[in-house]
């Protein structure tokens, strides 16, 4: 398959043909010099130099991150709330799963933005399992060629390699995205696998992201958008993680202590975000995730501040656009982004060719968040130069770099499964 295909089925076709500007550097000697923002100095310059001290400075930098990148995200679990059981868990993929299927309702009108989740148990699950928890593009019925899921509804980027046409899923789409999520090897090892369409939180569109969904939801008397510190659709999508960890709560085959919350390029970004404010998340992967998730900014190699504002300013809040081209004038960059998981473990994959969300910036991240793990007490990323390909690093931070281009695959599943195991205590592969 080819990158290009890749791209596409991601549910990013249209998104596609803004990539790359001329001028896109991909030279690390080009890299210009820059001085990361440190995460062990307050804003008012004095050294965090304990525990008790971090506990304040990362209230500063989550403050930073709402007020300047992503917006301050509008409320917790909003009153209204309730799940609906679609279906109970059953015997699923030929005995490999157990599977059920809950709708959230976002607020008490019936007619209200509503999330389906759909989970895959281990076969033989009695007590609680570890969940990988994760947005996908296409919708639920795109993850399995499975029918008794049911289609998604919502707005989506068309895609007629993924079935997706006049903007709504086909039944053609069922198992499209099949090779991105690795059910059989995750109930294998012990985990379920919950998975929700990130359109059904907020459309991916310039148009409607803030028309539709949860956003409107939380506007003002006459107001039209969000204000320019307030939330875009990376923080309506990382609410909905959170909405979804509210059901997994109470779900008797789930333990909500051992969730990973997992996402592949803008939905890596946007649960590197989700793991970063809502500390019930106990583990956090981003892969693929690129400008505005694990990879530092002011490297500029790859996708810029400047491309990504153009492309998808919705994802971002108001405040955030005035970055475009000055990424110096940040003041955040995405290491900090990954120190507010400390010391909960974190875990950043990239792609060889995946030069657009440089896999390097992603590495360095983790080397930069690391002094704040040793403050708290963890062991951080055990690697200062980046390893070769498929050579993983795991401490309390991991890394890996594979052959091949923009993807999630069995490669990386594998690494996943590996990292959350040992954190999680369960036995794994
Ligand atoms: C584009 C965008 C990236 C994003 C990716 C995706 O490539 O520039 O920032 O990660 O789309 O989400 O597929």
Sequence with gaps: MTDRRRFCLAGAAALASAQEPPGTNYDESKVPAYSLPDPLRFSGGGEVRSPGDWKRRRGEILRLFEREVYGRTAAGRPEGMRFEILSGAEPALGGAALRKQARIHFSANPDGPKMDL?????????GKAPVFLGLNFLGNQ???????????????????????????????SRGAAAGRWA?????????ALATACYADIAPDNERDAFRQGVLPLYYREGQQKPAPEEWGAIGAWAWGLSRALDYLEQEPLADARRVAVMGHSRLGKTALWAG????????????NSGCMGAALSRRRYGETVAAITKLAP????????KYAGREDDLPVDQHM??????PRPVYVASAEEDRWADPRGEFLSLVHATPVYRLLGADGL??????????????????????????????DWQQFIAFASRHFGVKGE
């Design 118 to 126: 759909l989970m895959y148990f281990p076969p033989d699950s009695r």
């Design 142 to 172: 795109a993850v399995r060629n499975d029918p008794a899921v049911a289609l998604n509804r919502n707005w989506q980027r068309n895609n007629e390699a993924a079935g997706i046409a006049g903007n709504r899923a086909t039944e053609a």
């Design 183 to 191: 059910v059989e090897r995750i109930t294998a090892a012990g985990f």
């Design 276 to 287: 970063a404010q809502d500390e019930r998340f106990a583990l956090v992967i981003a892969n």
């Design 314 to 321: 919705h994802w971002f809040c108001g405040n955030f656009l």
């Design 337 to 342: 982004l990954i120190a507010l998981c400390a």
């Design 382 to 411: 055990p690697a200062r130069e980046m390893p070769g390909l498929h050579q993983p690093v795991m401490g309390r931070l991991g890394y890996h770099i594979r052959a091949g281009g923009h993807n999630v695959t069995g490669y």
